[in-house]
C-alpha cells in the first residue's frame, strides 16, 4: 500500500469532546427546548424516492429524487440553504434530478456526493469541508470535482472521508491519524489519498480519531485503536495511527461498516458483528465489557442490510425492521423509554420495508417504505417533530414535499464578484456583502436593472430564481494645481476613468517659462485631455525653465580701487542667494566677497572696488536649485583696478656729453590718487627719438619711489626719453616719460 505524507497539526481529542459533550448532556436533559429554536413550520410530508438519509448531531438529511432536503439545527450553515435559522421543515438544497446520491451529517458539517464529486457545507474550523479553507460555509463548496468517480461519503465530529474511484481520499481533522497519512495528528485542508484509487474500496466510515474502510470484502482500519476499534485483537494502532491497516478478516459476506465514538459494527453475512467500547452495551452482546475482539450483537444470515455506530448506542435494519441497543438516555434507541439496552430490541418491525438506518448522536432516522422515520432528541427538530420534543418511538417524518428553493444572483454592474443566495416562498433575502468598483460608491441594489434601491431583508415577490442589480454612483475626485512658486491656478475636478477635456491657464513665476504640467513632482510634462487612471484626488506639478540670469553695470571698465560700484543681477528669483566676489587675475585670490540676497524689485547691489590695483574679474553665482533652472549659474565682467594712478619720472640732467660715457639715471614715483604703489614691477625704457636703447625693470619701495641707471651704453648724439609701465600690464601704470628731457651731443 503506497504511504503518501502531510504535515499536519493536532486539533481535537476524543476525550475533550467527550467532557463537552456530557456536560452539555447534564444540562439539556431535562428540556427538549435548545438554543436551535426556529419558527414553527409545517411539518414534512411522506414522499416517495427517498435513497439516503443522514442524522447529524442536531440536523438531518435526505437524498430525494436525486435532490437533497435537510433540517434541523442550522448555527453553523450546516443546512447549506445560505442561512443560519433552525428549520423544523425540510428546505431543498439541491432540487430534484440533481444528481446527489448519498448524504452524511457530523457534528456541524453536512457533506453529499453530487454528479461523482463531493460537496460539503457548514463549520470548517478544521478543513472539514476540503475546500483548502476554514471559512464557514452557509451554501455547498467543492471538495472533490464533479465526475471524479465519488460513490460514498462519511462527515465525522471534524472529519470527512469519501470512497473515489475505488480508492479513499480523507480531510480535516486528523487526530490520531484519521486520515491515514502517517501522521497521528494535524490537520489536513484538502483531500488526501488515503488509499490509492482502484484498491476496491467500497464504502467507508468515520468517527472521531478512526476510520475503516471496505475493501474487496477486507476491512481496513486507520488512526486511534486505544478501545480496540480495530477488531484484530489489538490496541495497537496502524504504524502509529498513521496508515491504513489491513484487519485479520476477510470475509465475502461483509457489506457495511459503522464507526462510532469508541466502537465499531459491521454487517457480515447478514448478521451484525461489533467491537471497541461497551460501557453502555452498545456492543450488543448482552454485556457492558470492552472487546478488542469482535462480538455478535446480530447472528448471521438474520437479514441485516445496515448498521450504525453513534455515540453510544447502535441500530441496525433487520429483515425490513429496525432494531437498536445501547444507551437511551435521550430516547435515541425509540423503544418509548430511556432504559439501556446491551441486547437488540426491535424498534421497527421486520417487514416494514426500512432498507437504511444512521445515527451520530442522540437521534436517529430510517428509510421505511421510502419514507423517513426519526426519533430521539429532538431539540431544533431534527426528527421532524416541529414540537422539539423528544421523540421517544420513530416519528413519521410527514408531508416530505419539496420546500422550493430560489437562488438569488447578485450583478455587481462591473463590481467585485459577489456569492449567490438564495430563499424560500414568502421568505426573505439578507442583504449581501458590499461588491467593490473603482471610482463608484454603492447605492444599493435594485430588482431592475437601473431601478430603485430595495430595502434589506428583501422579500421577492417572485416565485423563481432572481436577479439583484447593483446601482453606483461615480466618484468625483480633485486636482490640485501646485505652481511651484508661480501664480495660483484654481483646482479642477474629474471622474475616474474621465478626461481633463483642457488644460488650465498658466501659471506666471518671475524669471521662469511655465512649461507645461506634470503628475510626479519634477517628472515629464503630460499632454492634455489627460486621464488620470486612479480613484483618488491628485495633484499635478506646474514645470518651469527658468531664464539665465542677467549681469549689469556701468560700462565702465576700469575703476579706482575702493570705488562704489552698483550692479543689477536680472532673472534672478526672490530669495535666491547671490554670491559676489573680485578674482585678481594671475593669483585667483578673492579680493573682496559678499553673499547677498536677492531683491526681485531692484535686483541692484552696492560695494567696493578692490584697494590694490591690478586686472580683475567680477563674478557673481546664483545659489539654489530654483535660482537659475536648476543650477547655480555664474555671470563674469573683467575690470581694470588702477588705470587712473599716475607715474612722475625724471632723468638726472638735461645735457650730457657722449665722449665720456655717462651714466644715466631714471628716477619717479608711482601714486594713485594720493596714494603710493608699492611694492609695484615697473619697466623703465630709455628711448633715443622714441626708438628704446635700454631697460631696466625695477620696484617701487614703501613710498612707491623707483630708481632706474644705465651704464655703458654706447650712446649717439640725440634727444632721449623715458617710458615707464608696469610689468604686470602695460595697458596701465602708463608715463610717456613726465619730466625732463636728456640731450646727448
Known amino acids: 500500500m503506497k504511504r503518501l505524507r502531510q504535515v499536519v497539526l493536532f486539533s481535537l481529542t476524543l476525550k475533550k469532546i467527550a467532557v463537552a459533550l456530557s456536560a452539555f448532556v447534564l444540562l439539556s436533559n ?67 434530478n440533481s444528481g446527489v446520491t448519498a448524504v452524511s451529517t457530523g457534528w456541524s458539517h453536512t457533506c453529499a456526493v453530487v454528479s461523482g464529486g463531493v460537496k460539503c457545507w457548514g463549520r470548517n474550523n478544521a478543513f472539514q469541508l476540503g475546500d483548502g479553507t476554514t471559512t464557514q460555509r452557509l451554501l455547498p463548496v467543492d471538495a472533490i470535482p464533479a465526475n471524479t468517480g465519488a460513490t460514498a461519503i462519511s462527515a465525522g465530529v471534524s472529519s470527512t472521508c469519501a470512497v473515489v474511484s475505488g480508492g479513499v481520499q480523507c480531510w480535516g481533522n486528523m487526530d490520531s491519524g484519521v486520515s491515514g497519512n502517517g501522521d497521528s495528528n494535524g490537520l489536513v485542508s484538502t483531500p488526501y489519498q488515503t488509499l490509492p484509487a482502484g484498491s476496491g474500496a467500497t464504502s467507508v466510515s468515520v468517527g472521531t480519531s478512526t476510520a475503516c474502510a471496505i475493501v474487496s470484502n477486507s476491512l481496513w482500519c486507520w488512526g486511534d485503536n486505544s478501545t480496540g476499534m480495530y477488531g484484530n485483537g489489538t490496541t495497537n494502532g496502524s504504524d502509529s495511527g498513521g496508515y491504513p491497516l489491513s484487519v485479520s478478516f476477510t470475509d465475502p459476506g461483509l457489506t457495511a461498516v459503522s464507526v462510532g465514538w469508541s466502537h465499531v459494527c459491521a454487517v457480515i453475512s447478514g448478521g451484525v458483528q461489533c467491537w471497541g467500547r461497551n460501557n453502555a452495551g452498545q456492543l450488543g452482546d448482552g454485556t457492558t465489557n470492552d472487546s478488542i475482539d469482535r462480538v455478535t450483537a446480530i447472528a448471521a444470515n438474520s437479514g441485516a442490510t445496515s448498521v450504525t455506530a453513534s455515540a453510544s448506542n447502535t441500530c441496525a435494519a433487520v429483515a425490513g425492521g429496525v432494531k437498536c441497543w445501547g444507551k437511551n438516555d435521550q430516547n435515541q434507541l425509540g423503544n418509548g423509554d430511556t432504559s439501556t439496552q446491551s441486547i437488540p430490541v426491535d424498534i421497527i418491525p421486520a417487514s416494514s420495508g426500512v432498507t437504511s438506518v444512521k445515527s451520530f448522536w442522540w437521534h436517529t432516522c430510517a428509510i421505511v417504505s421510502s419514507a423517513v422515520k426519526c426519533w430521539g432528541y429532538n431539540n431544533a427538530g431534527q426528527t421532524g417533530d416541529s414540537r422539539k420534543i423528544n421523540n421517544s418511538t420513530p416519528f413519521t417524518v410527514t408531508s416530505l414535499t419539496v420546500t422550493p428553493l430560489y437562488a438569488v444572483t447578485f450583478d455587481s454592474k462591473g463590481g467585485s464578484a459577489i456569492d449567490s443566495a438564495s430563499f424560500i416562498s414568502g421568505g426573505s433575502v439578507s442583504a449581501p456583502a458590499s461588491p467593490i468598483r473603482t471610482g463608484y460608491t454603492l447605492l444599493g441594489w435594485s430588482a431592475t436593472d437601473g431601478g430603485s434601491a430595495v430595502s434589506f431583508p428583501y422579500s421577492p415577490a417572485e416565485t423563481t430564481d432572481i436577479t439583484l442589480y447593483a446601482k453606483w454612483s461615480i466618484n468625483t475626485y480633485v486636482f490640485i494645481y501646485n505652481s511651484k512658486g508661480g501664480t495660483s491656478v484654481t483646482n479642477g475636478s474629474f471622474v475616474y476613468e474621465g478626461l481633463i477635456a483642457n488644460a488650465p491657464r498658466n501659471p506666471y513665476r518671475s524669471g521662469a517659462v511655465f512649461m507645461g504640467w506634470s503628475a510626479t513632482d519634477g517628472g515629464s510634462a503630460i499632454s492634455f485631455p489627460y486621464t488620470p487612471g486612479v480613484a483618488s484626488n491628485v495633484t499635478l506639478y506646474a514645470k518651469w525653465a527658468f531664464l539665465a540670469p542677467l549681469l549689469s553695470t556701468s560700462s565702465a571698465t576700469s575703476v579706482a580701487p575702493g570705488e562704489s560700484l552698483s550692479i543689477k543681477i536680472s532673472r534672478v528669483n526672490e530669495g535666491c542667494m547671490v554670491s559676489v566676489s573680485w578674482l585678481q587675475e594671475n593669483t585667483g585670490v578673492s579680493e573682496v566677497s559678499k553673499v547677498m540676497r536677492a531683491d526681485r524689485t531692484s535686483g541692484v547691489f552696492t560695494f567696493e572696488t578692490p584697494s590694490i590695483a591690478g586686472r580683475y574679474t567680477l563674478k557673481t553665482s546664483t545659489i539654489g536649485s530654483e535660482c537659475s533652472n536648476g543650477a547655480a549659474v555664474t555671470l563674469a565682467k573683467a575690470f581694470v583696478v588702477g588705470k587712473k594712478s599716475s607715474v612722475i619720472a625724471k632723468l638726472s640732467s638735461s645735457t650730457i656729453v657722449v665722449s665720456k660715457n655717462p651714466v644715466v639715471t631714471v628716477s619717479g614715483k608711482v601714486k594713485t590718487g594720493s596714494v603710493a604703489v608699492v611694492g609695484r614691477a615697473m619697466n623703465v625704457s630709455l628711448r633715443r627719438n622714441g626708438v628704446e636703447v635700454a631697460s631696466a625693470t625695477v620696484t617701487t619701495d614703501s613710498s612707491g619711489a623707483f630708481t632706474a641707471s644705465f651704464s655703458g651704453i654706447t650712446y649717439q648724439a640725440g634727444e632721449y626719453s623715458t617710458l615707464v609701465t608696469g610689468v604686470a600690464d602695460s595697458s596701465y601704470l602708463a608715463s610717456e616719460g613726465i619730466g625732463n628731457k636728456l640731450t646727448l651731443r
Open 30 to 96: 431535562l428540556s427538549p427546548i435548545s438554543p436551535f429554536d426556529a419558527p414553527e413550520a409545517n411539518a414534512l410530508s411522506l414522499q416517495t424516492g427517498v435513497t439516503d438519509v443522514a442524522a447529524g448531531t442536531y440536523h438531518s438529511c435526505a437524498v430525494v429524487s436525486g435532490g437533497l432536503q435537510c433540517w434541523g439545527a442550522n448555527g453553523q450553515g450546516q443546512l447549506g440553504d445560505n442561512t443560519k435559522t433552525a428549520r423544523t421543515t425540510p428546505i431543498a438544497i439541491f432540487q430534484p
